[in-house]
């Protein structure tokens, strides 16, 4: 019968590729070059993230937040740029750091904000909060507070993907902390052996909360850890958002093409402490300081658009105004749109 | 109009803060992201960064001033063609703008030492309609003190020490590292971040990286690492940042640590603690508010502690350590501020499975543990105005389960109330009351009520989380029925 000599031991050696052909250090793409409309969607969008968190993290002191809330300043260009490289279909799940890749999918800001306040108008009803958040329609499958949780629960999105032959890909975020979850790595064999249309983003911005990555891991190029997996790999500057762009596109193409899983470490920074209430005393505040000033990436793209002469400093100032406004509504949403009614706390427990 | 810089909460228990330093002088133009100011709490220095851009019209605070109330405007924000003329116009601080804007509250995973609201339980959950009132203090008495029965296992006359769960935690573990070496602590941000709750500060510079290990992220692993080592003899203590991460490791928990003695026909067994904050803490949601305490307490090969005071953790977290089983240590973040009097003894261990009398009564016997004993203590104030007597017994251990002393005081006053947060069904309140049901049902003369938390999973929204946690007016109700007070 076919499933013997499927079994047969001799043909599965001949399908298996030499090792000479698995390279598991690729070279990052060179930066995409962006036409004057992506650069200034570019801003728009990190623009806005900022915005949002910045707004998010006022909200926080005043009390109208709750519980924990994670910042995603300084990470702007990694959702920014991967999105650049999605079509319609693709999938994103991430971790609890998620407001920033939620504006990335085109979810409302008003949506987004009434949830982290825990009113009726939120993605969850109020009832996820900042760290658990859902899209279905923007194919935003969450905001999970359990570290490494996702990247499974992400594969698992693949594997659909590949049952139903749709062409989509999903792509998992998860920070240099997650990447030594063991859950991790059960994933990675699974994705390579099935060649499942998964991209693995690991967001190195260098801290899980207080431990830096040197003293939790003992390999700290992150893009190496697919290795045994036969998962290529490749570094990317996350603070570029045109490095990210075309990395991005490659890493989707990629998996898309049914090569399965590829690993984007991206090399970024986060400017706040781990959650609203870290004082951060684990890094000096030079080390800070020097991201900011020398890579924001926000910064980058202002500085060559008014180099080349694509936008002036008023109609910057013009994007700043629309995005604030934007910003500034979904705060006053998220402020007096009323807390879930009360019958809602015995809702969507089973169908 | 010009926008007001109000003094922000830098943390869900923060009242006030000193305004310790403007970096920004009145005239100075602002960019969002710019800190503007730094300012001091009882944890630490935090910095102020701007929302808005604009020029820093006026400073209404001067450095140094301290007790800053959050939500106090500290400066107001002119923004472009506004002169500080215009500054009338924004409106004059007012003390019932701070009063209406809703706090949140309570430690946080991820934070410095902070104490919790005074009174856990529903008042510590402050929620939107309730803005707070009390001082962040490190020290927060428990109430009501005067109440509480003497323990039997402290001598008369012992001197008293007031210290908050937080301390004890800590002196149990650093007084149980002296006096052996085979005793280590390992676990996410136990050693150079002080631990996420700073329950372990100071035990790094004490007693060095080899005994007290930071690890990476990996729950199941370092669960398994600690079960082997002490399959070898050492007796490591084990924290989870928070127990709802333990689930990653529970495995190890389960299969390895409470079985190999069994499996091993008595030739080896696991001398472990695993430690840590467990049940709900504040607003952070389903992933991270389950009690354990029913979960565990199912597994033969496992003790289970759970303690409310801080004289009770400390003694029996000395115990756990010195226990040769597996022993699950279930502390909670809204206890860990809190204060209570410890005992003055070089060496204060009490016994594990021992359940503890704290106020003695005649009418109804209330049961608990942990945090459920905040609402026993507040629900037995109520009760006594109503002219009800209630005994309250403090489990302490929910595996084994003291019967000896629920039993005598149900064969007393011959009707139970059980208080838990975790899950109603197969909860600890279920398993006393079938085990009262069958070894005293003569006694009985109502049935048995376990108040719990609701059968949901925790819900985010500040009103509907406290629908989803039991409340004091539960309780209440609860001791109402079983007395047949209507
Ligand atoms: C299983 C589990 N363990 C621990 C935690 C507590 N925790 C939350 S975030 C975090 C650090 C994660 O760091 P990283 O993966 O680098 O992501 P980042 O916060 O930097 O975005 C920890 C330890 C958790 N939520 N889940
Ligand atoms: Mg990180």
Same mark, same amino acid.
């Given at each position: 019968?076919?499933?013997?000599?499927?079994?047969?031991?001799?043909?599965?050696?001949?399908?298996?590729?030499?090792?000479?052909?698995?390279?598991?250090?690729?070279?990052?793409?060179?930066?995409?070059?962006?036409?004057?409309? !992506?650069?200034?969607?570019?801003?728009?969008?990190?623009?806005?993230?900022?915005?949002?968190?910045?707004?998010?993290?006022?909200?926080?002191?005043?009390?109208?937040?709750?519980?924990?809330?994670?910042?995603?300043?300084?990470?702007?260009?990694?959702?920014?740029?991967?999105?650049?490289?999605?079509?319609?279909?693709?999938?994103?799940?991430?971790?609890?750091?998620?407001?920033?890749?939620?504006?990335?999918?085109?979810?409302?800001?008003?949506?987004?904000?009434?949830?982290?306040?825990?009113?009726?108008?939120?993605?969850?009803?109020?009832?996820?909060?900042?760290?658990?958040?859902?899209?279905?329609?923007?194919?935003?499958?969450?905001?999970?507070?359990?570290?490494?949780?996702?990247?499974?629960?992400?594969?698992?999105?693949?594997?659909?993907?590949?049952?139903?032959?749709?062409?989509?890909?999903?792509?998992?975020?998860?920070?240099?902390?997650?990447?030594? !979850?063991?859950?991790?790595?059960?994933?990675?064999?699974?994705?390579?052996?099935?060649?499942?249309?998964?991209?693995?983003?690991?967001?190195?911005?260098?801290?899980?909360?207080?431990?830096?990555?040197?003293?939790?891991?003992? *390999?700290?190029?992150?893009?190496?850890?697919?290795?045994?997996?036969?998962?290529?790999?490749?570094?990317?500057?996350?603070?570029?958002?045109?490095?990210?762009?075309?990395?991005? *596109?490659?890493?989707?193409?990629?998996?898309?093409?049914?090569?399965?899983?590829?690993?984007?470490?991206?090399?970024?920074?986060?400017?706040?402490?781990?959650?609203?209430?870290?004082?951060?005393?684990?890094?000096?505040?030079?080390?800070?300081?020097?991201?900011?000033?020398?890579?924001?990436?926000? *910064? !980058?793209?202002?500085?060559?658009?008014? *180099?080349?002469?694509?936008?002036?400093?008023?109609?910057?100032?013009?994007?700043?105004?629309?995005?604030?406004?934007?910003?500034?509504?979904?705060?006053?949403?998220?402020?007096?749109?009323?807390?879930?009614?009360?019958?809602?706390?015995?809702?969507?427990?089973?169908? | 109009?010009?926008?007001?810089?109000?003094?922000?909460?830098?943390?869900?228990?923060?009242?006030?803060?000193?305004?310790?330093?403007?970096?920004?002088?009145? @005239?100075?133009?602002?960019?969002?992201?710019?800190?503007?100011?730094?300012?001091?709490?009882?944890?630490?220095?935090?910095?102020?960064?701007?929302?808005?851009?604009?020029?820093?019209?006026?400073?209404?605070?001067?450095?140094? &001033?301290?007790?800053?109330?959050?939500?106090?405007?500290?400066?107001?924000?002119?923004?472009? @063609?506004?002169?500080?003329?215009?500054?009338?116009?924004?409106?004059?601080?007012?003390?019932?703008?701070?009063?209406?804007?809703?706090?949140?509250?309570?430690?946080?995973?991820?934070?410095?030492?902070?104490?919790?609201? @005074?009174?856990?339980?529903?008042?510590?959950?402050?929620?939107?309609?309730?803005?707070?009132?009390?001082?962040?203090?490190?020290?927060?008495?428990?109430?009501?003190?005067?109440?509480?029965?003497?323990?039997?296992?402290?001598?008369?006359?012992?001197?008293?020490?007031?210290?908050?769960?937080?301390?004890?935690?800590?002196?149990?573990?650093?007084?149980?590292?002296?006096?052996?070496?085979?005793?280590?602590?390992?676990?996410?941000?136990?050693?150079?971040?002080?631990?996420?709750?700073?329950?372990?500060?100071?035990?790094?510079?004490?007693?060095?990286?080899?005994?007290?290990?930071?690890?990476?992220?990996?729950?199941?692993?370092?669960?398994?690492?600690?079960?082997?080592?002490?399959?070898?003899?050492?007796?490591?203590?084990?924290?989870?940042?928070?127990?709802?991460?333990?689930?990653?490791?529970?495995?190890?928990?389960?299969?390895?640590?409470?079985?190999?003695?069994?499996?091993?026909?008595?030739?080896?067994?696991?001398?472990?603690?695993?430690?840590?904050?467990?049940?709900?803490?504040?607003?952070?949601?389903?992933? $991270?508010?389950?009690?354990?305490?029913?979960?565990?307490? $199912?597994?033969?090969?496992?003790?289970?502690?759970?303690?409310? &005071?801080?004289?009770?953790?400390? @003694?029996?977290?000395?115990?756990?350590?010195?226990?040769?089983?597996?022993?699950?240590?279930?502390?909670?973040?809204?206890?860990?501020?809190?204060?209570?009097?410890?005992?003055?003894?070089?060496?204060?261990?009490?016994?594990?499975?021992?359940?503890?009398? $704290?106020?003695?009564?005649?009418?109804?016997?209330?049961?608990?543990?942990?945090?459920?004993?905040?609402?026993?203590?507040?629900?037995?104030?109520?009760?006594?105005?109503?002219?009800?007597?209630?005994?309250?017994?403090?489990?302490?251990?929910?595996?084994?389960?003291?019967?000896?002393?629920?039993?005598?005081?149900?064969?007393?006053?011959?009707?139970?109330?059980?208080?838990?947060?975790?899950?109603?069904?197969?909860?600890?309140?279920? $398993?006393?009351?079938?085990?009262?049901?069958?070894?005293?049902?003569?006694?009985?003369?109502?049935?048995?009520?376990?108040?719990?938390?609701?059968?949901?999973?925790?819900?985010?929204?500040?009103?509907?989380?406290?629908?989803?946690?039991?409340?004091?007016?539960?309780?209440?109700?609860?001791?109402?029925?079983? &007395?047949?007070?209507?």
């Amino acid at each position: 019968m076919a499933t013997a000599a499927r079994t047969s031991p001799a043909k599965a050696k001949a399908d298996a590729k030499p090792d000479t052909q698995f390279r598991g250090t690729l070279e990052a793409p060179q930066p995409a070059t962006l036409s004057k409309e !992506q650069e200034l969607s570019a801003y728009k969008h990190m623009l806005l993230i900022r915005r949002f968190e910045e707004k998010a993290g006022q909200l926080y002191g005043m009390g109208f937040i709750g519980g924990f809330c994670h910042l995603y300043i300084g990470q702007e260009a990694v959702v920014t740029g991967m999105k650049l490289g999605m079509r319609e279909g693709d999938q994103m799940i991430t971790a609890y750091r998620d407001h920033g890749h939620m504006l990335a999918m085109d979810m409302d800001p008003r949506g987004v904000m009434a949830e982290l306040t825990g009113r009726r108008g939120g993605y969850s009803k109020g009832k996820g909060g900042s760290m658990h958040m859902f899209s279905k329609e923007n194919k935003f499958y969450g905001g999970h507070g359990i570290v490494g949780a996702q990247v499974s629960l992400g594969t698992g999105l693949a594997f659909a993907n590949k049952y139903r032959n749709d062409g989509s890909v999903c792509v998992t975020y998860f920070g240099d902390g997650a990447a030594n !979850q063991g859950q991790v790595y059960e994933s990675f064999n699974m994705a390579s052996l099935w060649k499942l249309p998964v991209v693995y983003v690991i967001e190195n911005n260098r801290y899980a909360m207080g431990t830096s990555v040197t003293r939790s891991s003992a *390999e700290t190029v992150f893009s190496q850890r697919g290795v045994s997996f036969r998962i290529p790999g490749m570094q990317v500057d996350g603070m570029d958002v045109r490095a990210v762009k075309s990395a991005s *596109e490659y890493a989707l193409e990629h998996a898309r093409s049914g090569q399965g899983p590829i690993i984007l470490e991206m090399q970024t920074y986060r400017y706040r402490g781990h959650s609203m209430s870290d004082p951060a005393k684990y890094r000096s505040k030079d080390e800070v300081q020097k991201m900011r000033s020398e890579h924001d990436p926000i *910064e !980058q793209v202002k500085n060559r658009m008014i *180099e080349q002469g694509w936008a002036s400093e008023e109609e910057l100032k013009t994007i700043d105004k629309d995005v604030r406004d934007v910003v500034a509504d979904s705060a006053d949403f998220a402020q007096t749109d009323p807390e879930p009614d009360a019958s809602e706390l015995y809702t969507d427990i089973l169908l | 109009m010009p926008i007001e810089i109000l003094m922000p909460a830098l943390s869900p228990t923060m009242e006030e803060g000193n305004l310790s330093k403007w970096l920004k002088n009145e @005239g100075d133009s602002v960019a969002p992201g710019d800190v503007i100011a730094e300012i001091e709490t009882d944890k630490a220095t935090m910095e102020v960064e701007a929302v808005d851009e604009g020029t820093l019209g006026k400073i209404l605070i001067a450095a140094g &001033t301290e007790g800053v109330k959050v939500n106090t405007p500290i400066a107001v924000l002119l923004q472009d @063609g506004e002169s500080a003329g215009d500054i009338g116009s924004s409106k004059p601080p007012s003390s019932e703008d701070a009063a209406a804007s809703p706090v949140a509250n309570v430690d946080k995973e991820d934070k410095a030492t902070v104490s919790s609201a @005074g009174d856990a339980g529903e008042k510590a959950r402050r929620s939107t309609d309730e803005p707070s009132s009390q001082a962040d203090n490190t020290k927060v008495p428990a109430t009501p003190k005067a109440e509480v029965a003497a323990d039997p296992d402290i001598p008369a006359g012992t001197e008293m020490v007031a210290t908050t769960v937080r301390e004890a935690l800590r002196d149990a573990m650093a007084e149980e590292m002296r006096r052996d070496q085979d005793v280590f602590v390992m676990g996410e941000e136990v050693a150079e971040y002080q631990g996420a709750y700073k329950i372990t500060q100071g035990l790094l510079q004490e007693f060095g990286p080899q005994r007290v290990v930071d690890t990476p992220i990996t729950e199941h692993g370092f669960a398994g690492v600690g079960v082997g080592a002490a399959m070898s003899g050492l007796k490591p203590i084990v924290e989870f940042m928070t127990f709802n991460f333990a689930m990653q490791a529970i495995d190890q928990i389960v299969n390895s640590a409470a079985k190999t003695l069994y499996m091993s026909g008595g030739q080896m067994g696991a001398p472990i603690v695993f430690r840590g904050p467990n049940g709900a803490a504040a607003r952070v949601g389903a992933q $991270h508010s389950q009690d354990y305490a029913a979960w565990y307490s $199912h597994i033969p090969g496992l003790k289970v502690v759970q303690p409310y &005071t801080a004289a009770d953790a400390k @003694g029996l977290l000395k115990a756990a350590i010195r226990d040769p089983n597996p022993v699950i240590f279930l502390e909670n973040e809204i206890l860990y501020g809190q204060s209570f009097d410890v005992p003055k003894l070089d060496d204060f261990v009490l016994p594990i499975g021992k359940a503890r009398i $704290h106020k003695q009564g005649k009418d109804v016997t209330i049961v608990s543990a942990g945090i459920g004993m905040t609402y026993a203590v507040k629900a037995e104030l109520e009760l006594r105005e109503m002219g009800i007597d209630a005994e309250i017994i403090d489990l302490r251990t929910i595996r084994p389960l003291d019967f000896d002393t629920i039993l005598a005081s149900v064969k007393k006053t011959n009707r139970l109330v059980t208080i838990e947060e975790g899950f109603p069904q197969n909860s600890v309140g279920d $398993h006393i009351a079938s085990q009262v049901m069958q070894r005293a049902f003569d006694y009985l003369d109502a049935p048995v009520i376990t108040v719990c938390g609701k059968d949901v999973p925790m819900p985010y929204a500040a009103n509907l989380e406290k629908l989803a946690l039991p409340s004091v007016a539960d309780v209440v109700e609860a001791v109402k029925t079983v &007395t047949y007070r209507g």
